[in-house]
């Protein structure tokens, strides 16, 4: 059974910083992407950065130049540095792994979300 665990949300002020961490566990094969969401009250879920197995990137224009997502130096670890927040950033970030698994040639996998409030 793969799990995914995130932490690093919290309470923030505009203008700070806040580096969320997601660790995929379990009988994995191989990685093809990880990647970051968020879900604002209200709003639909939206993708906010993408890295590949093979470590290219992509983001969301409303993240660009502020959040950088990379890959951590354990297994199947991904971090996103989020820097210059926004009151607009506040939401509830989940991480996403789609992987080969020992029961699944391609399985979805979803963590159970943090939240980040960016607040004054």
């Known amino acids: 059974q793969v799990q995914l665990v995130e932490s690093g949300g919290g309470l923030v002020q505009p203008g700070g910083s806040l580096r969320l961490s997601c660790a995929a566990s379990?009988?994995?094969?191989?990685?093809?992407?990880m990647a970051w969401y968020r879900q604002a009250p209200g709003k639909q879920r939206e993708l906010v950065a993408t890295?590949?197995?093979?470590?290219?990137?992509t983001y969301a224009d409303s993240v660009k130049g502020r959040f950088t997502i990379s890959k951590g130096n354990a297994k199947n670890t991904v971090y996103l540095q989020m820097n210059s927040l926004k009151p607009e950033d506040t939401a509830v970030y989940y991480c996403?792994?789609?992987?080969?698994?020992?029961?699944?040639?391609?399985?979805?996998?979803w963590g159970q979300g943090t939240q980040v409030t960016v607040s004054s």
């Open positions: 996403n792994a789609v992987l080969r698994d020992f029961t699944r040639p391609r399985g979805d996998y």
């Open positions: 890295i590949t197995g093979g470590g290219t990137t």
């Open positions: 379990g009988n994995i094969f191989s990685v093809y992407y």
